[in-house]
């Protein structure tokens, strides 16, 4: 019983509309008193009232006092003869129809409904999909997820709401509603897989370990012995260039496909060669007209690793260069002398995981949204990593929406700074350099709004849980709603990531809109 109503006290939150109506009875100087057919005693009642900032009420009334209820009208009648008031000059508010409204006007009062906002919610189109799946089956997280998002979004009529949307076509509430308890659910499994193989460092890998790593923190920040988290810089690009130890992993990389791009670029982000150190007299050589030429799918490949053979001196420089400054960034940042150490990212092969491996020789744990049986092919142990809402599973399968739509999700999960190139050593110093060529301003504000929305559901779940380290969320529940939207969506809410971009090397343009500018469509 004590647990129960520890429980219920943690969870139990100030309703806006009440207490709007509360403070303007108040400005009236209105007598007011509290009246609940709760079963519990008078003294809990009256602490929750207290938590959510009530007081000056005149008297509070419970049922289990008096062994009357508003429902059958006894707890009115009982009320009314101790105030010796009239009961027209009552005014009864509540969310119950026939408890509130109903059984109150029956006994001479006046009577005023506010539905509950999970009525509301229940009423909102774009939700009754959600309600009718959760009536045959509904976990503790699915019923602490929609009460928050009706208490957020619904405690006043539904007519704000756009119809059938589930976002009101607003990145924040996206956030909040779609890819907040995804997010939640991933950070949740992260500490209790953590946990159970007794990792004690956690590392959140950029870009897309960021918003994972702030819910985490959140969640678990102040728990005693937690695993402690820390946010390192890692990229492909970082990792590819970092692990060229020989010619066979220059010739590895080389017979890799080739998307749209120029020599100069594909000497940068493949090998580590800065623009401008090859010449296009030494380019020319191998068939080319210099650096600026582009590139693709149907160059020679014999002309490339002929090119690539002829750097390889530059090549192993450079790699060796990359490889100690960014061995030297992990030991500063803690991973080479953490006791256990696991690596936090969105995941598929865990290639990035292999890399470090490769780079420190340290045993790592990869935890990961999802993994693809593709990992099988990277020198890693599958046995080292594992994935929250799909582990080694297809990356062409249909069943999940990371696997369907694995460009809105990287999209969404990713941090609005630019992306990690590499560890540059000036003199002495290690620091992290980005690449600022995109300088996309439109990701960065709507990246920073979807993510402010997850962070405000992660804080509203922390306050309204009394001990973190009890939460355990299913997938299906945490992606319920982000999935749906996916195959789902209406234009208002197809329009939360109009303009937004993802790099897609195999098209014929570097970047492709998620959702077309609506200005392109005219």
């Given at each position: 019983?004590?647990?129960?109503?520890?429980?219920?006290?943690?969870?139990?939150?100030?309703?806006?509309?009440?207490?709007?109506?509360?403070?303007?009875?108040?400005?009236?100087?209105?007598?007011?008193?509290?009246?609940?057919?709760?079963?519990?005693?008078?003294?809990?009642?009256?602490?929750?009232?207290?938590?959510?900032?009530?007081?000056?009420?005149?008297?509070?009334?419970?049922?289990?006092?008096?062994?009357?209820?508003?429902?059958?009208?006894?707890?009115?009648?009982?009320?009314?003869?101790?105030?010796?008031?009239?009961?027209?000059?009552?005014?009864?508010?509540?969310?119950?129809?026939?408890?509130?409204?109903?059984?109150?006007?029956?006994?001479?009062?006046?009577?005023?409904?506010?539905?509950?906002?999970?009525?509301?919610?229940?009423?909102?189109?774009?939700?009754?999909?959600?309600?009718?799946?959760?009536?045959?089956?509904?976990?503790?997280?699915?019923?602490?997820?929609?009460?928050?998002?009706?208490?957020?979004?619904?405690?006043?009529?539904?007519?704000?709401?756009?119809?059938?949307?589930?976002?009101?076509?607003?990145?924040?509430?996206?956030?909040?509603?779609?890819?907040?308890?995804?997010?939640?659910?991933?950070?949740?499994?992260?500490?209790?897989?953590?946990?159970?193989?007794?990792?004690?460092?956690?590392?959140?890998?950029?870009?897309?370990?960021?918003?994972?790593?702030?819910?985490?923190?959140?969640?678990?920040?102040?728990?005693?012995?937690?695993?402690?988290?820390?946010?390192?810089?890692?990229?492909?690009?970082?990792?590819?260039?970092?692990?060229?130890?020989?010619?066979?992993?220059?010739?590895?990389?080389?017979?890799?496909?080739?998307?749209?791009?120029?020599?100069?670029?594909?000497?940068?982000?493949?090998?580590?060669?800065?623009?401008?150190?090859?010449?296009?007299?030494?380019?020319?050589?191998?068939?080319?007209?210099?650096?600026?030429?582009?590139?693709?799918?149907?160059?020679?490949?014999?002309?490339?690793?002929?090119?690539?053979?002829?750097?390889?001196?530059?090549?192993l420089d450079r790699a060796t260069y990359e490889r100690d400054a960014y061995h030297s960034y992990l030991e500063n940042s803690?991973?080479?002398?953490?006791?256990?150490?696991?690596?936090?990212?969105?995941?598929?092969?865990?290639?990035?995981?292999?890399?470090?491996?490769?780079?420190?020789?340290?045993?790592?744990?990869?935890?990961?949204?999802?993994?693809?049986?593709?990992?099988?092919?990277?020198?890693l142990d599958v046995n080292d990593m594992r994935g929250y809402v799909g582990n080694l599973v297809p990356s062409d399968g249909?069943?999940?929406?990371?696997?369907?739509?694995?460009?809105?999700?990287?999209?969404?999960?990713?941090?609005?700074?630019?992306?990690?190139?590499?560890?540059?050593?000036?003199?002495?110093?290690?620091?992290?350099?980005?690449?600022?060529?995109?300088?996309?301003?439109?990701?960065?504000?709507?990246?920073?709004?979807?993510?402010?929305?997850?962070?405000?559901?992660?804080?509203?779940?922390?306050?309204?849980?009394?001990?973190?380290?009890?939460?355990?969320?299913?997938?299906?529940?945490?992606?319920?709603?982000?999935?749906?939207?996916?195959?789902?969506?209406?234009?208002?809410?197809?329009?939360?990531?109009?303009?937004?971009?993802?790099?897609?090397?195999?098209?014929?343009?570097?970047?492709?809109?998620?959702?077309?500018?609506?200005?392109?469509?005219?």
């Amino acid at each position: 019983k004590r647990q129960e109503l520890s429980k219920e006290y943690a969870i139990s939150v100030r309703r806006d509309a009440g207490w709007a109506m509360f403070k303007y009875a108040q400005k009236l100087g209105k007598e007011i008193i509290a009246i609940s057919d709760m079963t519990h005693e008078h003294s809990f009642i009256c602490s929750l009232l207290e938590k959510s900032g009530y007081d000056g009420f005149t008297k509070v009334y419970v049922s289990s006092q008096f062994g009357l209820r508003k429902h059958e009208g006894g707890l009115f009648e009982y009320v009314i003869e101790d105030l010796k008031v009239n009961p027209n000059d009552v005014l009864h508010i509540g969310d119950n129809i026939k408890g509130d409204l109903e059984s109150s006007i029956s006994k001479g009062l006046q009577g005023y409904h506010i539905p509950r906002a999970s009525v509301n919610l229940e009423k909102a189109e774009g939700y009754t999909h959600f309600i009718d799946q959760l009536k045959s089956s509904k976990t503790e997280f699915d019923s602490h997820l929609f009460s928050i998002i009706a208490r957020n979004y619904f405690d006043k009529s539904s007519n704000h709401i756009k119809p059938k949307t589930l976002f009101n076509g607003d990145p924040f509430n996206f956030g909040f509603c779609g890819l907040g308890p995804a997010i939640v659910g991933f950070a949740s499994w992260i500490y209790n897989e953590a946990v159970s193989a007794g990792i004690s460092d956690i590392f959140f890998l950029s870009r897309d370990g960021l918003i994972a790593k702030s819910v985490y923190d959140r969640l678990y920040g102040s728990i005693p012995g937690a695993p402690v988290s820390h946010y390192i810089y890692a990229s492909r690009r970082a990792a590819r260039v970092s692990t060229i130890y020989c010619l066979a992993d220059i010739h590895e990389i080389a017979k890799k496909f080739i998307y749209s791009t120029t020599i100069q670029d594909y000497l940068w982000s493949r090998f580590g060669l800065p623009k401008g150190s090859v010449s296009d007299t030494h380019i020319q050589q191998f068939g080319f007209t210099g650096g600026s030429q582009p590139i693709g799918g149907k160059t020679s490949k014999d002309a490339i690793l002929g090119l690539v053979e002829s750097l390889q001196q530059q090549i192993l420089d450079r790699a060796t260069y990359e490889r100690d400054a960014y061995h030297s960034y992990l030991e500063n940042s803690g991973l080479l002398s953490a006791k256990s150490a696991a690596l936090v990212d969105i995941g598929y092969a865990g290639s990035m995981q292999a890399a470090i491996q490769r780079i420190t020789g340290k045993n790592l744990l990869g935890l990961y949204f999802a993994t693809f049986t593709s990992a099988r092919n990277e020198a890693l142990d599958v046995n080292d990593m594992r994935g929250y809402v799909g582990n080694l599973v297809p990356s062409d399968g249909t069943a999940l929406g990371i696997q369907t739509h694995r460009f809105i999700y990287e999209s969404i999960f990713c941090a609005p700074h630019d992306s990690f190139v590499c560890i540059e050593n000036t003199d002495g110093k290690l620091i992290p350099t980005f690449d600022e060529g995109d300088n996309d301003n439109l990701r960065r504000t709507l990246i920073t709004q979807i993510h402010g929305g997850v962070e405000a559901l992660a804080s509203t779940i922390a306050d309204e849980t009394a001990d973190t380290r009890l939460i355990k969320i299913e997938p299906q529940s945490s992606t319920r709603i982000l999935d749906h939207w996916l195959v789902n969506p209406t234009i208002d809410d197809a329009l939360v990531l109009e303009g937004l971009r993802f790099h897609d090397p195999v098209g014929p343009v570097s970047y492709t809109h998620l959702t077309l500018p609506t200005s392109d469509l005219v």
